[in-house]
């Protein structure tokens, strides 16, 4: 590969370079080891589609060169604010764990109390009543979920509601 080296001196040695100042440099060096290459291998000729990456030209001296700016400093994220939970009184999760309970109950009776009125000898009402009975069954396991769910959320607001309780007891200590 071939190397180049670009005369990197400036007029005014006090001076720094900008970092758009920096990036013209870059495409100096570059266009000359463009140009450069094109002279000595004419058969690798360097296309417009795919120039030499510009990091390839940072020199090790280039850090006196360039001022560069600092990152202003950070601001710190505001911390968010905690709400105090909305809590749905017992008595409502309550009600519907009762209302659930109940919808359950329903779905594990038999079509009837006579084995003999199911009529298992017809294919139909054999097919129709296992079908049914998926659909209840479906149904059941969806309710017995959203039950749990509730259990866990009436156990969570009980909780809470002590807790409110013994910070009281303290506050007032």
């Keep these: 590969m071939l190397t180049l080296r670009v005369d990197t001196s400036t007029e005014d040695h006090t001076r ?15 266009q000359a080891w463009i140009a450069q290459a094109t002279e000595t291998e004419p ?3 360097w296309s417009a589609k795919c120039p030499p990456l510009l990091e390839w030209f940072v020199q090790d001296d280039d850090v006196d060169l ?3 700016p600092s990152d202003p400093p950070k601001t710190p994220r505001p911390k968010r604010q905690k709400k105090p939970p909305r809590l749905r009184p017992v008595e409502d999760i309550q009600a519907d764990i009762d209302r659930l309970q ?3 109950d329903r779905l594990g009776r038999p079509l009837s109390d006579d084995p003999a009125a199911t009529r298992l000898s017809d294919r139909r009402l054999v097919r129709r009543n296992h079908a049914r009975m998926d659909r209840e069954l479906t149904e059941y396991v969806d309710l017995s979920e959203r039950r749990a769910r509730f259990k866990a959320e009436r156990a969570w607001t009980e909780k809470q509601i002590r807790w409110a309780a013994l910070e009281q007891q303290g506050d007032q200590s």
Excluded at 16 to 30: C, M
């Design 16 to 30: 720094k370079l900008t970092a758009d100042e920096y990036i013209d440099l870059l495409l100096h060096r570059q």
């Design 43 to 45: 058969r690798q000729g």
């Design 66 to 68: 360039v001022d560069i």
């Design 102 to 104: 109940a919808r359950m």
